[in-house]
């Protein structure tokens, strides 16, 4: 078996082990995740780690942590969300009856869904409504980073952008780490899903997921993209990440209401 024979069986390894099929993202990016791990068990090359994946399944849960994002932390790009408490958040609090559904696709170890969770309580508060309903749908992949965010437990450097009474009203603290209080928690829904299926049509008036098809084909970003818009109610709201753009075959399904930030709405 030649390297190139052995990289593929990895990939292979992947989507039958733990269904994510990697084909579709970009190569590069593989590629180097995979070095990480590679690095880490000090075998050079990609026949060695396939060998070693054989022998060794639990592997390939840590590879896939590898190669899902888990770069977050609490308001990550903190100027988004003066935008969503400021701007989007009010328009479409104030003209909704029913619950507000958002969805956090790709939301990691949970820093992002809190994040949007408690911008909804304090933009509710700010417009002095009482007891606002909504829910927060938090979706990833990886199995390691949903039972951290299912925990609701983080280490203070990941809280840096939070205000301090913040910390105090929605954090309780052991003096090292911080808990997530119920109040945010039971607003979240931390579920497993593959950014590759379709979810919830027609369900959400807001969606997230900032940095994260950066790194997937062309191809694989037209379906994800397809898959929000489907997702989105009327007029709902998307939100990129400040390094990606909108595609152009979906240029005349969403009207770009500010280009800095990356947040579009469904026509």
């Known amino acids: 078996m030649n390297e190139e024979e052995a990289f ?13 099929d990697v084909s579709q ?4 990016y593989i590629k180097r995740r ?3 791990r590679m690095r880490s068990l000090q075998l050079p090359k990609y026949v060695e780690y396939f060998a070693y994946l054989q022998e060794h399944k639990a592997e390939y849960d840590i590879l896939l942590d590898k190669l899902t994002i888990n770069v977050t932390q609490f308001f990550r790009d903190p100027e988004i969300f003066v935008e969503l408490e400021n701007t989007i ?28 969770a408690i911008s909804i309580e304090e933009t509710a508060e700010k417009l002095g409504i009482l007891n606002y309903d909504f829910e927060v749908y938090a979706t990833d992949l990886d199995i390691i980073a949903i039972h951290k965010a299912s925990e609701g ?8 952008n939070i205000a301090p009474q913040r910390r105090t009203k929605y954090f309780s603290t052991d003096g090292r780490n911080y808990k997530v209080r119920d109040q945010i928690k039971r607003s979240v ?7 590759m299926d379709p979810y919830k049509k027609n369900f959400f008036d807001i969606v997230f997921c900032r940095n994260v098809i950066i790194y997937f084909t062309r191809e694989l970003q037209k379906t994800v993209l397809g898959h929000y818009y489907d997702s989105l109610k009327e007029n709902g709201i998307l939100f990129l990440g400040k390094t990606e ?7 005349d399904r969403f009207n770009c209401i500010n280009i800095k930030e990356r947040i579009f709405r469904k026509i």
């Not at 993202?25 to 590069?28: F, H, L, S, V």
């Not at 958040?89 to 949007?116: H, Q």
């Open 8 to 20: 593929l069986k990895i990939k292979e390894g992947v989507r039958l082990e733990k269904l994510l």
């Open 25 to 28: 993202y970009k190569e590069n």
């Open 34 to 36: 995979i070095a990480v």
């Open 89 to 116: 958040l009010p328009d479409i609090m104030m003209g909704l009856k029913s619950p507000l559904r958002v969805w956090s696709a790709g939301c990691s170890t949970g820093e992002e869904p809190y994040s949007i």
């Open 153 to 160: 437990i983080y280490e203070g450097r990941t809280l840096d």
């Open 189 to 195: 829904k931390i579920i497993k899903w593959n950014l």
């Open 245 to 251: 753009t909108m595609l152009q075959d979906y240029r």
